[in-house]
């Protein structure tokens, strides 16, 4: 059994070592319960997310960071004055020199602070999604710390606030490249740029973990309680970040970057005029993305459609669809209808016909079910923008289908019309 005495230990043990790290959790098998297993994973995860966002953890990186950027602002202040100094005194390159190796030594132990930080946090990563996966059953949850009910942690905000204000100042400084003293603070921005895009990167990448694992639970809960006779309609809590949210955040930057070198230089009309084609493009190219991600899914389903149409019966409405979406939990059985549950996700095609669901995958997958199986259905839009709605097939055996498809309402519509119980989510 692993062990995970030290996932509750405090991150304030100690102000120069951190505590150490809870270990793997292994193999489901090596825990003598489901229960036991439950208990550690939701130790380990509060303990790693505690140390994930500890203040002390967070102000260590903002004083190194800090560090860091002003000895990238000052460097090249003294190399520019030992430069351009007036009589080419050499005692004044020589304090230069000498300072500028004393910003060095300054630096160093900030540098291997933020290396330190950056390989734990790689670790942390590492098990926050081991011990998240070792089970994903109904009564197992994540820690809701990382704003994946919503909208991303505020440190994903402040950062995210930080960077639009570099991009802003660094558009001001070469807006006027002929001013020397100006662009001397370019290699500041650029690090101090670097070190908000790190943290908007990782904070961004826990709110799409959390986000991921609470929608798999979120699965799990509905599906365990359809398996309790489908007793009253069930809600599914949403999850994720409106798309046009995420739209505004990513042209943001670029509009007020046009308009801050617009205003600098008012009269540099080709430079004006690049920036607003390029802020044009930015505009234009989100949505465009969004589609083609939809339409290169669509087009491969429909594909495998066209191919699997006659091994349905003659005249059947053929859906194409992906299936085997479904995400470890710990309860899934390896054979018959829950197989078309598992991963790796697969192209096939649907149709509702006679009383049957007819089921066909390309690989030669084949599974009838009779309506009289079904104890129920639910159709549900995906929380990532370019992603289909899904439907999921509930079985009254206990086994759950979830597939995707852009016709999810028009099957939704003809299961209802042949009696099959629709849930609302």
């Known amino acids: 059994m692993t062990n995970t005495s030290n996932a509750g230990t405090s991150s304030r043990a100690s102000l120069f070592r951190a505590p150490p790290l809870p270990e793997g959790p292994g193999s489901p098998q090596a825990w003598p319960d489901r229960a036991a297993l439950l208990r550690a994973q939701a130790e380990a995860l509060k303990a790693l997310m505690r140390e994930d966002l500890s203040r002390g953890r ?18 090249p202040v003294l190399v520019v004055d030992a430069a351009t100094g007036e009589g080419g005194d050499t005692n004044d390159v020589a304090v230069s020199v000498a300072v500028c190796v004393l910003l060095a030594v300054i630096a160093l132990p900030a540098l291997l602070v933020l290396r330190s930080l950056r390989a734990r946090g790689v670790r942390r990563r590492r098990l926050l999604g081991e011990w998240a996966a070792i089970e994903r ?35 001001v400084v070469l807006a006027n490249a002929s001013d020397a003293s100006g662009l001397v603070m370019l290699p500041g921005l650029v690090v101090a740029g670097a070190f908000a895009w790190a943290t908007v990167r990782k904070y961004a990448d826990r709110y799409t973990w959390a986000s991921r694992e609470n ?11 359809h398996r309790g006779q489908m007793s009253g309609v069930v809600e599914v809590q949403p999850t994720g970040v409106r798309p046009a949210l ?3 955040a990513l042209c943001a930057p670029v509009v007020i970057v046009a308009l801050v070198f617009a205003v600098a230089r008012p009269k540099n009309v080709l430079g004006i005029a690049l920036v607003g084609l390029v802020a044009l493009a930015v505009l234009l190219i989100g949505a465009p993305v969004v589609t083609r991600k939809r339409r290169r ?15 349905f019966p003659p005249g059947a409405v053929v859906h194409p669809m992906r299936y085997g979406l479904g995400e470890p939990t710990g309860q899934r059985a390896a054979a018959g209808p829950a197989s078309w549950d598992c991963d790796p996700p697969r192209a096939g095609a649907l149709a509702v016909g006679g009383e049957l669901v007819q089921l ?9 079910i009779p309506f009289a199986d079904l104890a129920g259905v639910a159709c549900m839009a995906n929380t990532v923008t370019w992603l289909d709605p899904t439907l999921d097939l509930l079985l009254r055996s206990g086994d759950s289908i979830e597939v995707r498809t852009p016709r999810a309402e028009e099957i939704a519509g003809a299961l209802s019309g042949a009696g099959v119980r629709t849930v609302s989510a």
């Open 137 to 171: 059953g109904c009564d197992s949850e994540i820690p809701s710390g990382y704003g994946s009910q919503g909208s991303p942690h505020s440190r994903f905000i402040n950062a995210a606030g930080l960077l639009v204000l570099v991009f802003v100042l660094a558009v």
């Open 58 to 75: 967070g102000l260590a990186f903002l004083v190194c960071a800090a560090v860091v950027t002003l000895v990238a602002v000052l460097a």
């Open 215 to 225: 929608v798999i639970r979120g699965r799990a809960r509905r599906r365990q309680r």
């Open 246 to 248: 995420l739209y505004i």
């Open 360 to 368: 066909r995958g390309v690989n030669g997958d084949a599974l009838d």
């Open 297 to 311: 899914e669509r087009d491969e389903i429909a594909r495998a459609a066209d191919t699997l149409v006659n091994s």
